[in-house]
């Protein structure tokens, strides 16, 4: 049945609320009930947090991509030391089958699985097998440190991050290091937080420290914010300029473009963008059962940290008749176009992604 006269947002101006029953009838068999709504971006995250024996392990078998440290940030092209009482494990030996057997990762990853400590020897000598003198040590008692050598993705020198445990108190198969592993074979994709966004308290990652928090939001027309890393320094940030992101091993983030990825039936609108000299035409489909139009028009103002802002410039009706928009009042830059559909009872039966150049996309 083909919707005709005003739509219920126009009754609803008119202060006519009790519609007649033939306008509430609905065919409860069309295409628009089978609709589908696309919502918020969530992206699952690749890294996993790990333990002191899960992180020897896959550094053993070269199994990672990237390592995040919450002192340091993302790393890459790192390295893996290990010591026991501030000595490398180049110095320290098992006695196995009557021989002095040097400890090696893999023996480490054997001992820690087994949580089985033996006695082992210290050779302040290393490589030294003949007339050396090795020094028993309870490993029970010792200190093991993890240090994470690597460069990281923001800078071209090295930095050292160390994580040190006592054997007799800390359970390295369960106690998770502030280490983060990505497994996947694709580096880290970050996502830059919108200024509104960027609340007092919550962490973030900036490139040059690691993990902070913010300690105080920039207030419009205030475009200075601040953050603090680990070690409580204190680091101004300017909204337009500088960059923060997401935690990356985040499960989700929130996009500024959350309103532009929903949909329903797009497909029944077919809408596309073409712009002849300074004019903007969009056109889609007609819907039987639409009985207004509705164009969203925005504009993104994009800042140097590669940030933006939204604004909503106008929301245009269109007669049911006409299934096109023209205008030439605005510059084709940066502009975004949401079609929607509503029938008589004001109900939104079809809408767009965010148009900004010819067809709707996905927006991240």
Not at 52 to 75: A, H, P, R, S
Not at 302 to 317: A, F, M, N
């Amino acid at each position: 049945m083909v919707a005709i006269g005003p739509s219920y947002r126009h009754l609803r101006k008119m202060g006519l609320n009790n519609l007649p029953n033939n306008v509430e009838e609905q065919n409860n068999t069309s295409i628009l009930q089978q609709e589908t709504i696309k919502g918020d971006k969530e992206i699952m995250s690749s890294w996993t947090q790990v333990t002191y024996l899960e992180y020897l392990q896959n550094q053993n078998t070269k199994n990672i991509k990237e390592v995040y440290v919450d002192n340091g940030g993302i790393i890459t092209s790192f390295s893996l030391i290990l010591y026991i009482d501030g000595l490398t494990f180049d110095n320290y030996y098992i006695e196995r089958n009557e021989q002095y057997v040097r400890i090696t990762s893999d023996i480490l990853i054997e001992l820690l699985s087994k949580k089985s400590f033996p006695v082992i020897y210290k050779n302040s000598y290393a490589g030294y097998y003949i007339n050396s003198k090795y020094e028993k040590i309870d490993i029970k008692k010792a200190k093991l440190t993890l240090r994470i050598d690597g460069r990281k993705t923001s800078s071209n020198y090295s930095n050292s991050y160390n994580f040190t445990f006592e054997t007799n108190k800390d359970n390295l198969t369960e106690k998770k290091l502030d280490v983060w592993i990505n497994y996947t074979s694709e580096s880290c994709k970050l996502h830059k937080i919108s200024y509104k966004d960027i609340k007092k308290g919550m962490k973030v990652y900036n490139e040059s420290s690691g993990t902070c928090e913010v300690v105080e939001e920039a207030k419009y027309p205030n475009e200075i914010y601040k953050i603090k890393d680990l070690n409580n320094k204190i680091i101004e940030k300017n909204i337009k300029n500088d960059s923060i992101y997401y935690l990356p091993y985040n499960d989700k983030y929130k996009t500024p473009f959350a309103y532009f990825n929903k949909c329903k039936n797009e497909e029944l609108l077919m809408p596309i963008k073409i712009s002849e000299n300074n004019t903007i035409n969009i056109y889609w489909k007609e819907i039987e059962e639409a009985a207004v139009y509705y164009i969203e028009i925005f504009k993104l103002i994009r800042y140097p940290s590669g940030t933006y802002e939204i604004y909503k410039l106008d929301e245009v009706e269109i007669n049911r008749n006409e299934k096109y928009f023209s205008t030439n009042k605005l510059i084709n830059k940066d502009l975004v176009f949401i079609i929607k559909a509503e029938n008589r009872k004001g109900e939104i039966i079809a809408q767009s992604r965010g148009i900004l150049q010819q067809t709707p996309q996905d927006w991240e």
